[in-house]
């Protein structure tokens, strides 16, 4: 039956195809395929290198700090579903893939892909609770509920992971930096009245202040990839990936 997948699948963006081109051309596979060269070949000296004993895992599910404390909670935000993740977690048995950090973990990266879309730009109660802010405040809980010090993580990171012409027309403005993101999410805690005024500066401006904040290139990654493995087939599905996912618009946030 994989098998049968599989092939269906390899007819996307053909004339024989029974799926839209976009089932297997996407931001999550591309990501995927990366995150396996990467593993496979353990390359390094790149932002998205394997420390050593890492793993990574794809649509996961990280905690928010800002979960519903009562049934109706006007304020309340769902788990973050992150594209992927790199380093030493677990991933809770069941369906949801929720991860929780290893109390040993050295390494904790969150990827968001992009390809022609921007960042979102907030959730239903917090309109202007920006995606990037979203992603640090969950890496901060994190690294909290695992009563880890963010200094003993030599790789803590996010990145928004995007074509370099998206990236070079600035569609994603100033969102991807330490202070707007830090702006955000003061701006999120001061909506609870005091309530989490602590775990901001306690917990997350530590956390953000060890936190590398960055933008990658799907081109840059994918050429150092081929610099150890010229036939990983990237550079072509990447292609495909770009033709059949436009650019759609500035960043909201």
């Given at each position: ?111 968001e892909a992009k390809l022609g879309s921007a960042l ?102 994918i050429d150092h990839i081929e610099q150890c493995d ?24």
């Amino acid at each position: 039956m994989s098998e049968r997948v599989a092939q269906m699948l390899l007819r996307c963006g053909t004339e024989a195809a029974i799926l839209p081109p976009t089932e297997l051309y996407n931001e999550g596979w591309l990501l995927r395929l990366v995150l396996d060269s990467f593993e496979r070949a353990r390359l390094a000296g790149h932002p998205l290198s394997f420390s050593e004993g890492a793993r990574w895992y794809s649509e996961a599910l990280l905690a928010s700090r800002f979960l519903p404390t009562r049934r109706g909670d006007p304020l309340a935000e769902s788990f973050t579903h992150a594209d992927a993740i790199v380093g030493h977690f677990d991933i809770s048995p069941g369906e949801r893939g929720e991860a929780t950090l290893r109390k040993d973990a050295q390494q904790f990266i969150v990827i968001e892909a992009k390809l022609g879309s921007a960042l979102s730009k907030g959730v239903k109660n917090s309109p202007d609770y920006g995606q990037a802010a979203r992603n640090a405040a969950c890496i901060a809980h994190a690294v909290q509920i695992a009563e880890l010090k963010p200094r003993v993580l030599t790789s803590l990171a996010f990145y928004v992971v995007a074509p370099a012409q998206q990236i070079q027309s600035g569609v994603f403005e100033n969102f991807v930096t330490k202070e707007r993101i830090r702006d955000q999410v003061q701006t999120r805690v001061a909506q609870y009245g005091g309530v989490h005024d602590q775990w901001f500066e306690e917990a997350f401006l530590p956390t953000l202040e060890q936190m590398s904040v960055d933008l990658l290139s799907w081109e840059s990654i994918i050429d150092h990839i081929e610099q150890c493995d010229a036939s990983s087939g990237l550079p072509a599905f990447y292609q495909q990936c770009l033709r059949f996912n436009p650019m759609r618009g500035r960043s909201a946030g």
